[in-house]
């Protein structure tokens, strides 16, 4: 089924970065329709307290900071859809999008689909997300000064957050699954020369305690050689195992780096053999490896908007 109308802007995820482009683009009257995707409210939707939002002096609840947003955007005029993309073209003008069985058609594509935290996938884990357990050490650090705490991974994400965290932590476990560590020769030398960091190699997180309690009180632990399991008493565990762009979608449409990530120009540009794609912007987590942050996802939300106006006014919207 065809919608009848050709949209002014689509907006691909609804996470900081794409309500702020909403907006945005719903103030200069675009009346932006945003597919919510499979996570809607993106990271800000499984975190507790933000307390490094600007303007938010006592912080504030993830999901409530996503919500306020999304009633501003509606209040200018922006669509909220839940919906997943299951196609793309672009090499037709205007865009296709295809919604299940559904074809929506655009002048311009705002694509702020983020990326999706790697997690260990236990029950346990799952259930004390916002509850000490964390994929964020910059957001939620900081509520465990003077605990001690464990990071998941043996990669350069994993080294990066044990060392931000020894800021707070009284002592960080570094907990790895394999003998061998992926991080670079620099970060792990610098890891392993911390006295607060302590290393455990070729152990996997079998469960993680605290369920009934709402509260993570440690991780039972498995070591893979001599399958002998113990508990490693923590008041919290952050996952260093990576992310994983939500850009599949765009395999061959648009340029990508080996991870997946949009590779963009000037912020948001999109690129596809590093050519300029007209019309066609990212901003946010999908394109953004290095900073993600609440702030910074917003702040490109607003540059892709404002492409987008420029864009439009340009070709005679």
């Not at 993106?42 to 996503?66: C, K, R």
């Not at 508990?231 to 599949?248: Q, R, T, W, Y």
Request: proline share 4%; hydrophobic share 40%; net charge negative.
């Amino acid at each position: 089924m065809h919608e009848n109308t050709t949209r002014d802007t689509v907006i691909l995820g609804s996470g900081c970065s794409g309500l702020t482009a909403a907006i945005y683009t719903a103030r200069a009257n675009l009346k932006p329709l945003v597919l919510e995707g499979h996570e809607p409210g993106g990271q800000l939707s499984i975190t507790t307290l933000v307390e490094n939002f600007p303007g938010w002096p006592e912080g504030v609840q993830g999901p409530e900071l996503i919500e306020n947003m999304k009633r501003q955007a509606v209040r200018f005029g922006a669509e909220l859809r839940m919906a997943h993309l299951s196609s793309v073209d672009l090499s037709k003008h205007p865009f296709e999008l295809k919604i299940g069985s559904d074809v929506i058609k655009t002048h311009t594509l705002i694509i702020a689909s983020g990326a999706s935290a790697r997690w260990l996938n236990l029950p346990s884990e799952q259930a004390l997300i916002g509850h000490g357990v964390s994929s964020c050490a910059t957001c939620d650090g900081f509520f465990f000064s003077g605990k001690e705490i464990a990071v998941i991974g043996g990669g350069d994400s994993a080294m990066e957050e044990a060392l931000f965290l020894t800021r707070f932590a009284t002592k960080v476990t570094l907990i790895n699954r394999s003998e061998r560590f992926r991080a670079s020769k620099i970060m792990l030398e610098r890891a392993m020369a911390h006295p607060q960091i302590k290393f455990l190699s070729n152990t996997t997180v079998e469960e993680v305690l605290g369920v009934e309690e709402k509260d993570v009180k440690g991780l039972r632990l498995k070591n893979r050689a001599s399958g002998e399991e113990s508990i490693l008493p923590v008041s919290a565990m952050f996952l260093g195992i990576g992310h994983e762009p939500n850009a599949k979608a765009f395999t061959g449409l648009l340029d990508l780096d080996p991870d997946g990530y949009i590779l963009t120009k000037s912020n948001v540009f999109t690129t596809l053999n590093e050519e300029i794609v007209p019309g066609v912007f990212a901003c946010g987590d999908i394109q953004d490896r290095r900073y993600r942050q609440a702030i910074t996802a917003a702040g490109s939300g607003c540059m892709a908007a404002l492409e987008v106006e420029k864009y439009l006014e340009e070709h005679g919207r």
